[in-house]
């Protein structure tokens, strides 16, 4: 089979785990996307992860904290969405391998790129956890660093609306979808897609982004086929 990717970064939100009770951890939910996860693993493509940690708990919450505390609360929450997400992988019988930015050795590997690189060689999913152990970033910014270190040829960026648009579609109904952007479009016309150092490390890093929902979770499978789906980020 012919395919389009050799090897992609998937990029889950917290609260693509948190199912409808919006907080969390929905065990439905995290199998629903694994089982996805699955198929693309299945096609031969070689998988990294970046969860966020939104379902627990987001730095910019802590209003009135010292920064860096409220941000590392926010790592230890990709924590246990990168455990949450191994369980459910190992379940069906896909092999995964747990890396932290930050050294908890008793709970997973340290992030070390080149056995990052070995897993993915030896067909083991590799879960990226802990952002980038650094206050200040986000797991975005961890996607995009992540993606460059290992090599990533797209980065698989799974929202909660189906593609990047000029305004909130939610609130607006002539809001316009955009099917194609380049790096430069996002940074100028400020739209939220990721911030601006995680799409600032793509454009340097020349690594391609697609923006789709995660409304139907084969949606994962269909990215990572190289399907046009929602929004593609790149140079030109
Ligand atoms: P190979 O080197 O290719 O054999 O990879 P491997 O991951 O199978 O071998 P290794 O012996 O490094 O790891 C065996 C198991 O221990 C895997 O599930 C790893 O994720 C886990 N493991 C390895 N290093 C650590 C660590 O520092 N902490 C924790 N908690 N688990 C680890």
């Not at 198929?39 to 730095?59: M, T, Y």
């Not at 305004?167 to 479009?185: F, M, N, Q, R, S």
Request: aromatic share 6%; glycine share 8%.
């Amino acid at each position: 089979m012919n395919l389009e990717y050799k090897r992609v970064m998937i990029k889950l939100s917290g609260e693509a785990l948190a199912g409808p009770q919006g907080f969390g951890i929905d065990p439905p939910t995290v199998s629903r996307i694994c089982e996805s996860i699955k198929k693309v693993f299945d096609r031969g493509i070689e998988v990294a992860i970046v969860v966020g940690g939104g379902n627990f708990w987001r730095g910019r919450l802590g209003e009135g904290m010292d920064k860096s505390t409220a941000d590392y609360m926010g790592m230890l929450a990709t924590v246990i969405n990168a455990l949450s997400l191994q369980d459910s992988l190992e379940h069906i019988g896909v092999p995964v391998r747990v890396q932290t930015a930050i050294e908890m050795k008793e709970i997973a590997e340290p992030y070390i790129k080149r056995k990052a690189v070995r897993h993915l060689e030896k067909k083991r999913v590799v879960i990226f956890a802990a952002g980038t152990g650094n206050p200040f970033f986000t797991t975005d910014t961890t996607a995009s660093l992540r993606a460059a270190e290992i090599d990533a040829d797209i980065i698989l960026l799974a929202k909660n609306v189906d593609a990047v648009y000029d305004k909130d579609p939610a609130v607006h109904d002539d809001a316009k979808k955009y099917t194609h952007l380049c790096y430069l479009d996002v940074i100028d016309k400020g739209l939220k897609v990721m911030d601006s150092t995680a799409i600032t490390l793509c454009m340097d890093n020349d690594i391609k982004i697609l923006v789709f929902g995660l409304d139907n979770p084969d949606n994962i499978l269909r990215a990572a086929m190289g399907e046009h789906i929602g929004t593609i980020i790149e140079g030109e």
